[in-house]
């Protein structure tokens, strides 16, 4: 038993040591009401002083509370506690306070590292296939995410942040919107900011906590057409080159294609006409060069009609050079040109996007003022990568844990420091 022990206790100092505390005696409870357990104790190094929770401070104690568990990293598979017996110290400056203990994070149950562990697993997996793996509860994951978030928040770099861009996301089946900033430089691309709604007071609030100096840093801004965002963007950051997302834009024209098609489609279908639009969605809204052999064929057989639909696809088709243009004045040209052409196609749909873009003339442009400061794909990979993380995990009914789950991922934030890696 002795030689058992020692092992563990020298692994466990091996890898998570503290200057003030040792490990005592490991217990072995076969029969504990969540399964086998191992729990170690741990207790005050000889002549080590207890330190104030508060301040940091050394303090003399004041009493001892009971004992509390807090549980660590899961060793072959058993789950692992830690024991000890809480002091108060009567601090200075604080006053009659719980001891700092070096493992612990506040009321947490869980040690430090083991919520750091739990929360690196949840960057790869589900938060409830976390929960299922390590036997513990989707709840703690949850905590352990939010844990490592926090610190993560509290202690990131925010200077050097020169290019943002805003998106804009749908949640709770479509009804309510977040509000995501990236940073988009070319040395940092992350999740600075969420916030909820998509209003002039959301993007105030970012500019709020972003800070007038690093607001007046910003060289170029990149987002969607949406109003507020505009209206405030123009405010609080009008030396920044503001550009319209090429991925915005394009989305919209392919919105206008799936409006034309679908209404289209069912006039057809209400006339009696032979169905060609049927399972055409994807063979007029992706791009020629991701086409499946099928939605190829598709594509060859609905342009002998003269169909709206088929129209409004060749317009985006054309649109697509715009993109190759080098020069703003020419760009300029082009859009001018295929404006006037959409306006005089008769597609409502199409000639609603003509006339936005008509209208932000200005900010679509600048594309190509700003096209070798940053990858324009930039925005749309960020907004992909959010989706997916909100889709996969099915646990997030609150603001709250899309927030933390969204900066968890896609934050890029810094880590506290492990000397070992579990
Ligand atoms: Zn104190």
Request: no cysteine.
């Given at each position: 038993m002795e030689i058992r022990q020692m092992l563990i206790k020298t692994i466990l100092n091996n890898c998570q040591k503290f200057k003030s505390f040792v490990y005592q005696n490991i217990v072995w409870e076969a029969a504990g009401s969540d399964g086998p357990t191992i729990k170690v104790r741990i207790v005050p190094r000889k002549n080590a002083h207890a330190v104030c929770s508060r301040c940091l401070e050394p303090a003399p104690g004041y009493d001892q509370l009971g004992d509390r568990e807090f549980e660590f990293v899961p060793l072959w598979g058993y789950r692992f506690f830690f024991i000890y017996r809480v002091r108060r110290v009567q601090c200075e400056q604080c006053g009659v306070v719980v001891e700092y203990m070096?493992?612990?994070?506040?009321?947490?149950?869980?040690t430090k590292t083991y919520m750091q562990y739990l929360a690196r697993w949840a960057r790869k997996l589900s938060w409830q296939e976390v929960a299922v793996t390590f036997k513990t509860s989707w709840q703690k994951v949850y905590h352990a995410v939010c844990y490592v978030v926090a610190w993560g928040l509290e202690h990131r770099e925010l200077s050097n942040v020169n290019a943002i861009g805003v998106d804009e996301i749908a949640w709770k089946k479509g009804h309510k919107y977040l509000t995501l900033v990236y940073q988009i430089d070319a040395h940092c691309t992350r999740l600075l900011w969420i916030g909820k709604d998509r209003s002039v007071k959301t993007m105030l609030r970012f500019f709020r906590w972003f800070g007038k100096g690093r607001s007046r840093k910003l060289s170029h801004i990149c987002s969607d057409m949406w109003k507020p965002y505009l209206k405030v963007i123009r405010k609080k950051a009008s030396q920044a080159i503001h550009i319209l997302d090429r991925f915005h834009i394009v989305a919209k024209v392919n919105k206008a294609i799936d409006e034309v098609r679908a209404s289209e489609y069912r006039k057809m279908q209400r006339e009696g006409y032979e169905p060609v639009l049927k399972k055409s969605r994807w063979a007029l809204l992706k791009r020629k060069e991701n086409l499946t052999e099928r939605q190829e064929a598709k594509l060859a057989d609905l342009l002998k009609y003269n169909l709206q639909s088929v129209r409004a696809y060749l317009l985006k088709e054309d649109f697509q050079g715009f993109w190759e243009y080098v020069s703003p004045h020419w760009a300029g040209q082009f859009l001018d040109r295929w404006c006037t052409r959409v306006m005089r196609s008769k597609i409502e749909p199409m000639k609603k996007v003509a006339k936005t873009i008509r209208r932000h003339r200005p900010l679509i442009l600048n594309w190509f003022v700003a096209k070798?400061?940053?990858?324009?794909?930039v925005v749309e990979g960020l907004s992909n990568k959010v989706k997916v993380t909100t889709r996969k995990s099915y646990g997030f009914r609150t603001y709250g844990c899309i927030e933390v789950a969204l900066y968890h991922v896609l934050g890029g934030l810094p880590e506290p420091p492990m000397t070992h890696r579990f």
């Open positions: 070096p493992w612990a994070d506040g009321k947490h149950e869980q070798k400061a940053f990858s324009s794909g």
